[in-house]
């Protein structure tokens, strides 16, 4: 195992002279936990201003899929970089039509897709909203508790896997409806399959008696829950989802921010339930850390939109286009294939830390999309929030960086080119320090 260089107590010298200088002139609304100053990275390693050296399991927030500075994105940035940094979108640019069909190429639609570029994930979701009542003229919405999908007024009306995300900003949008998100570690419902459950919930609950089906533009979905826990539902969840849709004439909405290029081992979750959704939203990985999201819809709902319904000034940005297409080849040349390899290899590793430690509940995920629940034991599943931020301290001040997500879960979200010998370095990382968590207790 190579070994981390963490040099100087942490937070170093350098990095509590920029992060005192941040505190005065930065709002303090960011989600920050630890105090990592970046100087610089490569591939799945980065370091701090004080020369410390980290394993980057966070990747920006599943943002940097093909590591730090891949040099194929590098040099696609640069070379677009020499020729002009933007052309709003009242103009044409061959970067983004070039990427406009290699989306439609790719789409998981069952129809031809067409893009709308924005540059954000909350930005696509907001993009996907107001398409989807444009075209249907139908003002409701139906979400899932848990869930994620941005910060901005639209799509704050969905997320709800921290109130704080909500505490002071209402009223949001109106006419969203949140239900369960089926969670089989923690069921809510009788039975044994939850995704059923909550598929039935909504039909002959909701839509008996508190939401009109006729009024619901589009449901609302993670295809793997992010934020609220990386929750992978049951196989007959998101198939049932669509059926249910289908029948009421519901578009649905797959928000694939997290989950989407590669992340779960395929280009898209929803591939692995064979689940074509209506409207898919796509950001964080897409550009490999240049700021690009989209909207992907299908051609049929999209080429409605009228002249100016919905525009964007910085949609389709040069140097974003140019990465997002470098990452689009390097995934489909073989990381999502990587992704789905090496995640294998790091849930039988986590699974075989969970037989040596009680408080580890539930191993869970798809590819590089890895959730690790942590219990106060296994029996009772009651969650362990303070192991959990304890777990993530202590992996902060080992060399590994991670990020929790849900009540008490440490999510792993490694870039795409993540080797072998790189998750068994993490992982006795991981070990030592939720050790050290426990000892501290």
């Known amino acids: 195992m190579k070994t981390p260089h963490i040099r100087t107590e942490l937070p170093g010298p350098k990095a509590r002279v920029l992060v005192e200088r941040d505190a005065r002139v930065v709002s303090p609304s960011y989600p920050r936990d630890h105090p990592f100053v970046m100087s610089h990275g490569r591939g799945v390693e980065a370091w701090d201003v004080d020369g410390n050296r980290f394993l980057d399991f966070a990747a920006g927030i599943a943002v940097c899929s093909t590591g730090h500075c891949h040099p194929h994105v590098v040099a696609a940035i640069k070379d677009a970089a020499d020729r002009f940094l933007h052309i709003s979108s009242d103009y044409w640019h061959e970067g983004q039509v070039r990427l406009g069909e290699r989306l439609a190429a790719t789409a998981p639609m069952d129809e031809p897709a067409m893009s709308f570029f924005c540059q954000s994930g909350t930005e696509a979701v907001e993009g996907a909203l107001k398409l989807a009542r444009y075209v249907t003229g139908r003002p409701r919405f139906i979400g899932?508790?848990?869930?994620?999908?941005?910060?901005?007024?639209?799509?704050?009306?969905?997320?709800?896997?921290?109130?704080?995300?909500?505490?002071?900003?209402?009223?949001?949008?109106?006419?969203?409806?949140?239900?369960?998100?089926?969670?089989?570690?923690?069921?809510?419902?009788?039975?044994?399959?939850?995704?059923?459950?909550?598929?039935?919930?909504?039909?002959?609950?909701?839509?008996?008696?508190?939401?009109?089906?006729?009024?619901?533009?589009?449901?609302?979905?993670?295809?793997?829950?992010?934020?609220?826990?990386?929750?992978?539902?049951?196989?007959?969840?998101?198939?049932?989802?669509?059926?249910?849709?289908?029948?009421?004439?519901?578009?649905?909405?797959?928000?694939?921010?997290?989950?989407?290029?590669?992340?779960?081992?395929?280009?898209?979750?929803?591939?692995?339930?064979?689940?074509?959704?209506?409207?898919?939203?796509?950001?964080?990985?897409?550009?490999?850390?240049?700021?690009?999201?989209?909207?992907?819809?299908?051609?049929?709902?999209?080429?409605?939109?009228?002249?100016?319904?919905?525009?964007?000034?910085?949609?389709?940005?040069?140097?974003?286009?140019?990465?997002?297409?470098?990452?689009?080849?390097?995934?489909?040349?073989?990381?999502?294939?990587?992704?789905?390899?090496?995640?294998?290899?790091?849930?039988?590793?986590?699974?075989?830390?969970?037989?040596?430690?009680?408080?580890?509940?539930?191993?869970?995920?798809?590819?590089?999309?890895?959730?690790?629940?942590?219990?106060?034991?296994?029996?009772?599943?009651a969650p362990a929030k303070e192991l959990c931020d304890k777990v993530t301290e202590r992996a902060f001040q080992n060399g590994l960086l991670l990020l929790s997500c849900g009540v008490s879960t440490l999510r792993f979200m490694p870039p795409l080119v993540v080797t072998r010998d790189e998750i068994d370095e993490a992982m006795a990382l991981l070990e030592a320090s939720l050790e050290e968590a426990l000892a501290s207790r």
């Open 144 to 381: 899932f508790l848990g869930g994620f999908h941005g910060r901005t007024m639209g799509s704050l009306a969905f997320t709800s896997s921290k109130y704080t995300q909500q505490k002071g900003f209402f009223p949001t949008m109106p006419g969203v409806t949140l239900v369960p998100y089926p969670n089989p570690y923690r069921p809510i419902f009788a039975g044994d399959d939850q995704g059923r459950a909550v598929l039935d919930y909504i039909e002959n609950v909701l839509f008996a008696g508190a939401v009109p089906p006729s009024e619901v533009a589009a449901v609302l979905v993670e295809p793997i829950q992010g934020e609220g826990g990386y929750l992978v539902p049951p196989a007959s969840f998101l198939p049932g989802l669509r059926q249910l849709c289908d029948r009421h004439g519901i578009l649905l909405i797959a928000d694939e921010v997290q989950s989407g290029v590669g992340r779960t081992g395929r280009m898209f979750a929803c591939q692995h339930s064979d689940v074509a959704p209506d409207i898919l939203t796509l950001a964080k990985g897409l550009g490999s850390g240049m700021p690009i999201g989209m909207v992907l819809a299908k051609r049929s709902l999209m080429e409605r939109w009228t002249r100016g319904a919905h525009g964007n000034t910085f949609g389709g940005n040069p140097l974003c286009c140019a990465a997002a297409l470098a990452t689009l080849d390097l995934v489909e040349g073989g990381y999502a294939r990587n992704a789905a390899e090496q995640g294998l290899h790091f849930m039988q590793r986590l699974r075989e830390l969970q037989a040596r430690h009680t408080v580890i509940g539930e191993v869970r995920g798809k590819g590089l999309m890895i959730g690790m629940e942590l219990v106060g034991d296994a029996a009772s599943k």
